[in-house]
């Protein structure tokens, strides 16, 4: 199950640098501050704490009810990292399982 929450999170992320309309954005917000949400919690009953508190942040990052103004570029610039970090802890992962 972490595994697709990751991919589809990334996904998702990724597809903040496409020309789509607005709401698209806000569903990612909610999608995000969700999948983010049961990534930190996951993280926490498997005593990653490092990943737990990244994946909290994150989820606090994304949420949509207060929002933070970071302006398009900056927020694609962080959709950009978080994308890749999203894929990248996949691989790691994977190598240590």
């Given at each position: 199950?972490?595994?697709?929450?990751?991919?589809?999170?990334?996904?998702?992320?990724?597809?903040?640098?496409?020309?789509v309309?607005?709401?698209?954005?806000?569903?990612?917000?909610?999608?995000?501050?969700?999948?983010?949400?049961?990534?930190?919690?996951?993280?926490?009953?498997?005593?990653?704490?490092?990943?737990?508190?990244?994946c909290?942040?994150?989820?606090?990052?994304?949420?949509?009810?207060?929002?933070?103004?970071?302006?398009?570029?900056?927020?694609?610039?962080?959709?950009?990292?978080?994308?890749?970090?999203?894929?990248?802890?996949?691989?790691?992962?994977?190598?240590?399982?």
């Amino acid at each position: 199950m972490e595994k697709i929450i990751k991919i589809g999170l990334a996904v998702l992320m990724f597809g903040c640098l496409l020309d789509v309309p607005y709401g698209y954005y806000q569903l990612v917000r909610f999608i995000a501050l969700i999948g983010f949400g049961v990534l930190a919690y996951q993280a926490n009953q498997q005593c990653r704490q490092n990943e737990m508190f990244i994946c909290g942040a994150l989820a606090l990052l994304f949420q949509p009810f207060f929002k933070i103004a970071l302006g398009r570029e900056l927020w694609n610039i962080v959709d950009v990292i978080v994308g890749i970090g999203l894929l990248l802890s996949l691989l790691k992962k994977g190598k240590y399982e």
